[in-house]
T-cell receptor, first 113, second 114 residues
Framework: GAVVSQHPSRVICKSGTSVKIECRSLDFQATTMFWYRQFPKQSLMLMAT?????????EQGVEKDKFLINHASLTLSTLTVTSAHPEDSSFYIC?????????FGPGTRLTVL | AQSVTQLDSQVPVFEEAPVELRCNYS??????LFWYVQYPNQGLQLLLK??????LVKGINGFEAEFNKSQTSFHLRKPSVHISDTAEYFC????????????FGSGTRLSIRP
């Protein structure tokens, strides 16, 4: 199947700093990418849908100024957590759609001290 | 709108025993159905999917699932589990439209006992 990569896999940062997470579709072009957040022992929560060349669509309750999403090309989407705080600590997973199937990245563990 | 219910949050099973993870869904439109597996600190891996055709779907790692439209179920089964099957399993649905989003169930933690 298609491969989606994420970088970094793990990041630890101080409160107040911004963190950028990259999501790449390695062997296919993805017009639509998704960003999820997962708390321990819980399911994935969709944060936003990212379409190449247009603004992301955020789910209700997700702060768009806090979680900046850029989908600059058909193979790259980035999520920037701005002015991160400890409550932003979580596992962030991206996904890219290829026709009828979505492929998921390995996830990024963010820890904000 | 769609929703997915995984009634069992945890399923403990002895090694080499059979297992069934239950999934029920509700939707006002036809949907695609998926099962994903998540190993600790990893992303999701597709186990199998139902798009159309035969209602019995075979996936990777010896798993299979059966789509039952009348009962709106898509239960996951494996005849003999291994320690390596210990993971979190998510059932998911998505509408046919290209704009549809995947809706996940709450997950079932499968723990295999030796």
């Amino acid at each position: 199947g298609a491969v989606v990569s994420q970088h970094p896999s793990r990041v630890i940062c101080k409160s107040g700093t911004s963190v950028k997470i990259e999501c790449r579709s390695l062997d296919f072009q993805a017009t639509t990418m998704f960003w999820y957040r997962q708390f321990p022992k819980q399911s994935l929560m969709l944060m936003a849908t990212s379409n190449e060349g247009s603004k992301a669509t955020y789910e209700q309750g997700v702060e768009k100024d806090k979680f900046l999403i850029n989908h600059a090309s058909l193979t790259l989407s980035t999520l920037t957590v701005t002015s991160a705080h400890p409550e932003d600590s979580s596992f962030y997973i991206c996904s890219a759609r290829d026709q009828n199937e979505q492929f998921f990245g390995p996830g990024t563990r963010l820890t904000v001290l | 709108a769609q929703s997915v219910t995984q009634l069992d949050s945890q399923v403990p099973v002895f090694e080499e025993a059979p297992v069934e993870l239950r999934c029920n869904y509700s939707s006002s439109v036809s949907v695609y159905l998926f099962w994903y597996v998540q190993y600790p600190n990893q992303g999701l891996q597709l186990l199998l999917k139902y798009l159309s055709g035969s209602t019995l779907v075979k996936g990777i790692n010896g798993f299979e699932a059966e789509f039952n439209k009348s009962q709106t179920s898509f239960h996951l089964r494996k005849p003999s589990v291994h320690i390596s099957d210990t993971a979190e399993y998510f059932c998911a649905v998505r509408g046919y439209s290209s704009a549809s989003k995947i809706i996940f169930g709450s997950g079932t933690r499968l723990s295999i006992r030796p």
